[in-house]
């Protein structure tokens, strides 16, 4: 099994619908993130989490929300889904410290299309 | 903010020939790390080389090494005798907090040719 878990992999959902992005990790790690991924744009951060009680907004928040549900789950919520938002979304996690790889591990992607 | 520049958006190389990714970076933040990625078709990210700021040796794994010009604020990859499975797209980031928040270019797209 993968050590971070996405699903779907991939999702086509119409216009002003509501969708969860869902990500599970056995990596351990306490934080985890979730970036979005444009073309031409590399990723871009939307939330992250030290721990179950700390969530926090990146660079490109507005239209999402996420829920930290346990230690090794994290979600991202769209909560009315608009066709600019079709995107190859990724949750991360790394493990606390600092000067160090951090541990980054990626999840596979999920590819979702908003028409 | 940090910004993170790749200037190449796409190249051809041949295989066997090595190659250099440009990436510089814009942090006034003495402590940074930085990394490198390729994203295949595929599309799943994956880790290649990392590169801290105190570091005082260019980082190299395996065909992958950095070329760290710190005063430049550059962080060139390069790729040692291409190989075909090497085609993929390639990404700069780095960090600058301990909350290990990581800021991407926009990515390097690499063909290789036989």
């Known amino acids: 099994d993968a050590d971070v878990t996405q699903t779907p992999r991939n999702r086509i959902t119409k216009t002003g619908k509501r969708i969860m992005l869902e990500c599970s990790q056995t990596?351990?790690?306490?934080?985890m993130y979730w970036y979005r991924q444009d073309p031409g744009l590399g990723l871009r951060l939307i939330y992250y989490s030290f721990d179950v009680k700390d969530i926090n907004k990146g660079e490109i928040s507005d239209g999402y929300s996420v829920s930290r549900q346990a230690q090794a789950k994290f979600s991202l919520s769209l909560e009315s889904a608009i066709p600019n938002q079709t995107a190859l979304y990724f949750c991360a996690t790394s493990e606390t410290g600092t000067g160090s790889t951090y541990g980054y591990t990626f999840g596979s992607g999920t590819r979702l299309t908003v028409v | 903010a940090q910004k993170i520049t790749q200037t190449q958006p796409g190249m051809f190389v041949q295989e066997k020939e090595a190659v250099t990714l440009d990436c510089t970076y814009d942090?006034?933040?003495?402590?940074?790390?930085l990394f490198w990625y390729k994203q295949p078709s595929s599309g799943e990210m994956i880790f290649l080389i990392y590169?801290?700021?105190?570091?005082?040796q260019n980082a190299t794994e395996g065909r992958y090494s950095l070329n760290f010009q710190k005063a430049r604020k550059s962080a060139n990859l390069v790729i040692s005798a291409s190989q075909l499975g090497d085609s993929a797209m390639y990404f700069c980031?780095?960090?600058?907090?301990?909350?290990?928040?990581?800021?991407f270019g926009a990515g390097t797209q690499v063909v290789v040719t036989p």
């Open positions: 990596k351990g790690h306490d934080r």
């Open positions: 942090t006034s933040d003495p402590s940074y790390g």
């Open positions: 980031a780095t960090t600058t907090d301990s909350w290990g928040k990581l800021q």
């Open positions: 590169q801290g700021s105190y570091d005082q």
